[in-house]
């Protein structure tokens, strides 16, 4: 009789490679290994950085990673806010999650979440005591990097792009202009209360991306609190590297790297004027998001 689960029609290339996989598990197979075998799972995430895109949600990231309890969904998974990938199922979600032991949270970020209509209501349902982060930056910071991004990947396809100035005043009416994206996605109040329909204020933690880039530690620290785990990230796990301008992660004394070049980029020169001209814009509803949140920042 052929061994279970392995029938008289099986091909000889399958038997091959069950053999070459037995054969591996018994060599490779000491007790810890076959603990970890056993106890290592997918799971759903119990955190979700739901944003803000240029807020520094990959540094974020990558910095709780550094954590021994957190493990993270490297790509941006996009499953609530894209609905072919939604229709994929939990299933399908929970399968591009990393493998993790269960006493560990599995943190995922797709920026576009806190944006995208149907995506509160979405996460809802698979699990409404989830912990959703946000990591927001000065509102016209953030725009003026939103816009960097972009423009560097027209400059890429050899394209020309307007210059922000041009894109963030409407030319009929000389005001702010709402419908371009960098400058909506900067009022945080209207996206978090659309959120506020279906999750408590309790549930959401918002970090200083401006304060994670020039000293990340305090705000890490603020992360750890929030998800209720031991503190355990270090200074010894962050250091700032002079050429890079930027702090980078040291997770032991072989293994450390710096985000790649893509982030923190060089923005353009803003006109004094427009620039000023949008953070009176923003006030009002900055004013608001503190207010909310129950965070202050001193933006203008
Ligand atoms: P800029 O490119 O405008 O400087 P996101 O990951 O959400 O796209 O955010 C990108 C931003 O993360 C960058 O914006 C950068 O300033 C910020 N950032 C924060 N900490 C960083 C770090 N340690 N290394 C690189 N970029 C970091």
Redesign the pocket.
């Known amino acids: 009789m052929p061994p279970a689960g392995v029938s008289w029609q099986t091909p000889l290339h399958t038997l091959w490679h069950k053999q070459a996989h037995r054969l591996k598990l018994r060599r490779t197979n000491s007790t810890r290994e076959k603990l970890q075998m056993h106890h290592i799972i997918k799971q759903l995430p119990r955190a979700i950085i739901i944003g ?9 990231l990558e ?1 709780l990673s550094l954590h021994p309890a957190v493990v993270k969904a490297s790509q941006e998974v996009h499953f609530f806010d894209n609905d072919q990938n939604y229709a994929r199922g939990i299933d399908w979600y929970r399968e591009k999650m990393p493998f993790s032991f269960p006493h560990q949270i599995t943190i995922e970020k797709s ?1 576009a979440y806190f944006i995208t209509e149907e995506v509160p209501e979405r996460i809802f349902k698979m699990n409404s005591s989830i912990k959703l982060l946000v ?1 927001v ?1 000065e509102p016209t ?1 953030r725009a ?2 939103d816009y ?2 972009v423009l560097e990947g027209k400059e890429r396809k050899n394209k020309t792009y307007d210059k922000f100035e041009e894109l963030v005043i409407d030319t009929n009416t000389c005001e702010v202009n709402t419908k371009y994206k960098a400058v909506r996605t900067s009022i945080y109040t209207k996206y978090l209360e659309h959120w506020l329909k279906y999750f408590p204020v309790e549930q959401f933690h918002v970090v200083d ?1 401006d304060r ?2 020039i000293d ?1 530690l305090p705000e890490l620290k603020l992360v750890e609190h929030f998800l209720n785990l031991p503190s355990k990230i270090s200074h010894y796990n962050l250091y700032f590297n002079a050429t ?1 301008g ?4 040291r997770y032991n004394f072989i293994f450390n790297k ?2 790649a070049g ?4 060089i ?1 353009p020169d803003v006109d004094p004027s427009i620039k000023e001209k949008l953070q009176r814009f923003f006030h009002p509803f900055n004013q608001k998001f503190y207010q909310i949140t129950g965070r202050t920042f001193n933006w203008p």
């Open positions: 803000v895109r240029k807020g520094g949600t990959r540094a974020l910095m920026p990591i930056r910071t003026v990097s960097t991004q991306g994670l880039i990340p890079r930027f702090f980078c992660l710096c985000l893509s982030k923190g980029r923005h």
